[in-house]
């Protein structure tokens, strides 16, 4: 069984530019989770999607963060603006369901220069 | 709010040490314990859980219990190998339809031959 699938797996870009990460969850997993983790930080949780509704997102910022999972399937996470804070490594995770056991992709590595 | 609080790492340990990684909680209710494997360049790795207090969750010669009177869900493995280095983390899922995982900061492990 093919795992999560993330890209890239690693970008750099300056202060104030665009990023857009992707990840495919694994096939019939109908909950999708980003996260962002920060260098020597556990992952906190961005937003959580149900199919292709979202669930959970008090977390993520709104003002330069969105993400969307259009046919409850693929998901992209974009910030705009980016900022030196938001270097970090971003985590997309899958599960059946929500009580489920969330398996991770390897990650995107972002550097905010 | 709920949270969950490891010990500092890093870890240094010979091969075949005893290995112990502290892990205590807050939480309201009665959440799902777990401890998460990161290895290096990879993504995270469920390693084992609980779901209830004085269950013991264990896989690949490592075990942790839960336990409620302590809020504690410490990680034991008798003989560490070379291939246990890695960075560890606990984690707690709260209860219902949209409980999320939150992460402690991570142990990171290193084991010497």
């Given amino acids: 069984e093919a795992g999560v699938a993330q890209s890239p797996r690693y970008k750099i870009i300056e202060k104030r530019q665009s990023v857009a990460f992707w990840c495919n969850p694994i096939s019939g997993h109908a909950t999708l989770y980003w996260y962002q983790q920060i260098l020597g930080q556990g992952p906190k949780l961005l937003i959580q999607f149900q199919n292709n509704g979202v669930v959970d997102d008090s977390q993520l910022p709104k003002d330069r963060f969105s993400a969307e999972r259009l046919k409850g399937v693929d998901s992209t996470l974009k910030i705009q603006p980016a900022k030196l804070e938001d270097s970090a490594v971003y985590l997309c995770a899958s599960s059946l369901a929500d009580r489920d056991t969330q398996y991770f992709g390897p990650g995107t590595r972002l550097t905010v220069l | ?113």
Avoid at chain 2, 10 to 37: D, K, M, Q, R
Avoid at chain 2, 68 to 79: D, N, P, Q
Avoid at chain 2, 80 to 88: E, N, T
């Fill in chain 2, 1 to 113: 709010g709920n949270s969950v609080t490891q010990m500092e790492g890093p870890v240094t340990l010979s091969e075949e040490a005893f290995l112990t990684i502290n892990c205590t909680y807050t939480a309201t209710g009665y959440p799902s314990l777990f401890w998460y494997v990161q290895y290096p360049g990879e993504g995270l790795q469920l390693l084992l859980k609980a779901t209830k207090a004085d269950d013991k969750g264990s896989n690949k010669g490592f075990e942790a219990t839960y336990r409620k009177e302590t809020t504690s869900f410490h990680l034991e493995k008798g003989s560490v190998q070379v291939s246990d280095s890695a960075v560890y983390f606990c984690a707690l899922k709260e209860g219902g339809s949209q409980g999320n995982l939150i992460f402690g900061k991570g142990t990171k492990l290193s084991v010497k031959p």
